[in-house]
């Protein structure tokens, strides 16, 4: 079955950096498009980051474009999440997806479009 699983949470300082990981197993991995979402306390679950399956294309939420860098490496079933110049209100938990093949360019920005999710990792940062 597909797995995910999320590293490289922790607490950092605003401004700081933080690299996320997700290891891929269980799937073509680079046949994939792949996202990063996060969800705050009390809030819906928010797009981050897209990369396409071959990681030639990404897209992010205006809120992190220019903070933040998705990658992929498809030799090993991993994508990144690079967070530079991190701000307080970047505070959630951070959960990769799979996303599902379709032909809709919009179900790339929201959840239903992933059918497969990691358990998160949570990332904190102070002000």
């Known amino acids: 079955q597909v797995q995910l699983v999320e590293s490289g949470g922790g607490l950092v300082q605003a401004g700081g950096s933080l690299r996320l990981s997700c290891a891929a197993s269980?799937?073509?991995?680079?046949?994939?498009?792949m996202g990063w979402f996060r969800q705050a306390p009390g809030k819906e679950r928010e797009f981050v980051a897209a990369i396409s399956s071959s990681g030639g294309s990404t897209w992010y939420a205006d809120s992190v474009k220019g903070r933040f860098t998705i990658a992929r490496d498809n030799a090993k079933n991993t994508v990144y999440l690079q967070m530079n110049s991190l701000k307080p209100e970047d505070t959630a938990v951070y959960f990769c997806a799979v996303r599902g093949y379709s032909s809709s360019s919009s179900s790339r920005y929201v959840p239903s479009g992933y059918p497969y999710w990691g358990q998160g990792t949570r990332v904190t940062v102070s002000s």
């Open positions: 269980g799937l073509f991995f680079s046949t994939y498009a």
